[in-house]
């Protein structure tokens, strides 16, 4: 039995060894060996048990020379001693020795200058043809030549004791830089594979000059390749605005950027199925199909039909698949450089423009803050909104210091000519519970102003409270709206709510090391 070197992770005397199988038969191999199930539309389905999503506080670095001094460390990236990876890896080893073993080979960047190879170990069929959905898959010729720069071993099947492993839970994800080895152990969610992957290229993209980026990224198809990115943390609208079927998909999530342009660092996508339906997503409704892994979504036992608005196992339902899968992708998933640069926010107390243009500063301000906000609580007394901040828009994978990623984009977007915008998806005419929602059509008709240029070429003011430019007019958008305060009826309320928002910016800024210029682009606490 051919085992490709599996025995340097102390695997030994595997049952079987199986490397880079096809969708069909991983999805076959999982129906056989674990609790999974096929949709109707010939999607495989399965439960991930007690992790339906990500575990941050399970996440962690391990502490080494070399690697150590280049890391932000804090409360996303966590220190872990190496004597202690260093057991959980040989009880790796142990429990997958004489088990079923998946393996799966293959690349993180469609920029075969920066790519990296990874080779992926699973336990599981189902997790391994995640990742052969995820990753870019490598051609017969890549295939035969092929050799791992990093090995990812998930295994959720071994429940860690936190006393003797030095772990929360029983679950660790663990980045050991120095050996190239990264470890999911104790949660079946694949999410986590994935991620770990990110913040690895995260690592190593800024040390080569490269940006890493949690963000989607789109290209004209008239003929003029211009391209664009969106960032924006969860509810703000990055997948909706960026899924334009005028415009060819590069990526939905993770990217580079580099001195030759932008590059998807994935082979696919992976997206929420919460109240998914044909009208409103019909690229995502349309990729779960055979191929496809879908987790945690309740189906009818008897027609296999998925209730997307079924929240009973979790909120975040997901599926991955190819991007093959979308009808309008770029092959390969490569462009220029951005013409604009789009920063999503969706703000509850509806004290931000619906759009402003940036100033350098002002985008790396904006970028490290990674703004939006939660809708008011339930709790007696919190009225107002709360605001949430993760810095770069992607700060659970970003494990350098945050000043270095915001650096690197301030020299791309002053190099390349790229326009900045903030586009606020959140609340107008009052914060959450007295005004609305920003209409779609509104944002969707800015969208396309920013990315056509028009924007570029209007008459701005600046408001007092942020420093932001607002555009007069905007086509097929009320001007009445662009200037926030014109629709409050309420300007006490606003000035005050404007005024909260502005200390909470400067407040959450502090924790960053930034060049004054940078600090004092934001807003006029």
């Not at 506080?57 to 890391?71: N, P």
């Not at 966590?78 to 990876?85: A, E, G, S, T, Y």
């Not at 196992?313 to 092959?331: H, Q």
Request: with cysteine; charged share 25%; net charge neutral.
């Amino acid at each position: 039995m051919q085992t490709y070197g599996i025995e340097k992770h102390g695997i030994v005397n595997p049952k079987k060894v199986e490397r880079n199988l096809t969708p069909a038969v991983l999805t076959e191999e999982a129906l056989a060996t674990e609790p999974s199930r096929l949709m109707d539309t010939g999607a495989l389905l399965v439960e991930t048990g007690a992790y339906t999503g990500r575990s941050p506080k399970d996440r962690f670095i391990v502490d080494e020379a070399g690697v150590s001094e280049k890391i932000g460390w804090g409360t996303e990236n966590k220190k872990f001693p190496l004597d202690k990876f260093e057991l959980i890896y040989k009880k790796v080893g142990e429990y997958l020795s004489g088990k079923n073993v998946y393996l799966f080979d293959g690349f993180a960047g469609a920029d075969p200058k920066y790519r990296v190879a990874v080779r992926v170990i699973n336990e599981y069929a189902s997790e391994n043809l995640f990742m052969n959905n995820m990753l870019i898959r490598p051609t017969e010729e890549e295939l035969k030549g092929f050799k791992e720069d990093y090995t990812l071993i998930a295994v959720p099947g071994l429940k860690l004791d936190p006393k003797e492993c030095g772990t929360n839970s029983e679950a660790a994800i663990l980045l050991c830089l120095n050996k190239k080895i990264i470890l999911v152990v104790g949660s079946k969610y694949a999410g986590e594979m994935k991620k770990s992957v990110f913040s690895l290229m995260n690592y190593l993209l800024p040390q080569k000059g490269v940006l890493g980026m949690h963000c989607s990224a789109n290209m004209a198809l008239d003929g003029s390749g211009d391209t664009a990115l969106f960032f924006g943390l969860s509810g703000t609208g990055k997948t909706t605005l960026s899924a334009d079927p005028k415009r060819g998909l590069i990526g939905d999530d993770e990217h580079g950027w580099s001195d030759d342009g932008i590059f998807n660092i994935e082979g696919g996508c992976y997206a929420k199925c919460i109240d998914l339906s044909k009208e409103h997503e019909p690229e995502i409704y349309g990729a779960i199909r055979f191929g496809a892994l879908v987790e945690n979504v309740v189906i009818d036992p008897e027609t296999r039909k998925p209730d997307y608005k079924d929240r009973s196992l979790t909120e975040n339902t997901r599926v991955s698949y190819p991007i093959d899968f979308i009808p309008n992708k770029v092959v390969p998933s490569v462009g220029k450089h951005p013409k604009t640069v789009i920063f999503l926010t969706a703000d509850a107390f509806g004290v931000l423009p619906p759009v402003a243009k940036l100033t350098k500063e002002q985008a790396m301000f904006y970028f490290v803050s990674g703004y939006t906000s939660k809708v008011a609580g339930t709790e007696r007394g919190i009225t107002d909104p709360v605001s949430t901040f993760s810095t770069c828009f992607g700060a659970p994978f970003m494990p350098l210091p945050s000043s270095e990623y915001a650096k690197l984009l301030g020299e791309k977007i002053e190099k390349h000519g790229s326009s900045v915008y903030l586009i606020n998806t959140g609340w107008t005419g009052g914060a959450y519970g007295v005004g609305k929602r920003m209409s779609l059509p509104a944002t969707r008709a800015i969208v396309t102003a920013a990315l056509d240029g028009t924007l570029a070429n209007v008459e701005y003011e600046v408001e007092p409270f942020f420093g932001l430019a607002i555009p007069k007019t905007c086509p097929n958008v009320e001007s009445n709206i662009l200037n926030p305060k014109n629709v409050w009826k309420d300007k006490a309320e606003y000035d005050r709510l404007a005024k909260k928002l502005a200390h909470d910016f400067a407040e959450n800024i502090k924790k960053y090391n930034l060049d004054a210029a940078i600090v004092a682009a934001g807003p006029k606490a």
